[in-house]
């Protein structure tokens, strides 16, 4: 049971270059989540999906774009990348119903120069 | 009323001390309130967490207690030791939410 499984672990881009970041998660988990953390501001939501297809926006969610084609994935897309977008983004995962525990991948640390 | 505001942004104990974490909340629908544990360089992990239906809850060396009037809850860590170093997320959801709200965070040191 590997959990939720985040790739890269890594990624330097230049300033509008585009990546994705791909969540894994082995758990049949309906919700997933992305977060970026950054010193001082904890965790912040950029998007999150309820269900396979479905896609909602978070607290943050300008700049990225995300898809959920299938239910043990997440894909966070950056199109154009930026300085501010410079984070570590976490994956996360969890049952649905109210009061479950919300699973967190490694992480992703990015770099945007 | 969806901010959760956690306090300190820093910690600095001695092995042996009580860490305290306080987190509060505006919105009463919040009825699920989760502490969190990450380690450097890795995903934050739940630590533990409550419901507002007790005021008290304890695992080991970590308690949360919960004051519901006053719409704050706080994370007690007695006989710190340098291995619970680590930062601490306090967060809120409700029944009704698919996400939670999290704190800022606390980076926790505890000095041996």
């Known amino acids: 049971n590997a959990g939720v499984t985040q790739t890269p672990k890594f990624r330097v881009l230049k300033t509008g270059q585009s990546m994705t970041l791909l969540c894994a998660q082995d758990m049949n988990h309906e919700y997933m989540y992305w977060y970026r953390q950054d010193p001082g501001m904890g965790l912040r939501l950029i998007h999150y999906?309820?269900?396979?297809?479905?896609?909602a926006k978070g607290e943050v969610p300008d700049g990225y774009n995300v898809s959920r084609l299938k239910k043990q994935n997440f894909l966070l897309g950056l199109e154009s990348a930026a300085p501010s977008q410079t984070s570590v983004y976490f994956c996360?995962?969890?049952?649905?119903?109210?009061?479950?525990?919300?699973?967190f991948g490694p992480g992703t640390r990015l770099t945007v120069l | 009323q969806q901010q959760v505001k956690q306090s300190p942004q820093s910690l600095i104990v001695q092995k042996g001390g009580i860490s305290i974490i306080n987190c509060a909340y505006e919105?009463?629908?919040?009825?699920?309130f989760p502490w969190y544990q990450q380690f450097p360089g890795k995903g934050p992990a739940l630590l533990i967490a409550i419901r507002p239906d007790v005021s008290e809850k304890k695992e080991g060396r970590f308690t949360i207690s919960f004051n519901k009037s006053a719409k704050q809850f706080s994370l007690h860590i007695m006989d710190s030791q340098p291995g619970d170093s680590a930062t601490y997320f306090c967060?809120?959801?409700?029944?009704?939410?698919?996400?939670?709200?999290f704190g800022t965070g606390t980076r926790l040191k505890v000095l041996a």
């Open positions: 996360a995962s969890r049952r649905q119903g109210a009061y479950n525990e919300q699973f």
């Open positions: 919105n009463t629908a919040f009825d699920y």
């Open positions: 967060a809120a959801s409700w029944g009704g939410t698919y996400k939670y709200i």
């Open positions: 999906s309820v269900g396979e297809g479905t896609t």
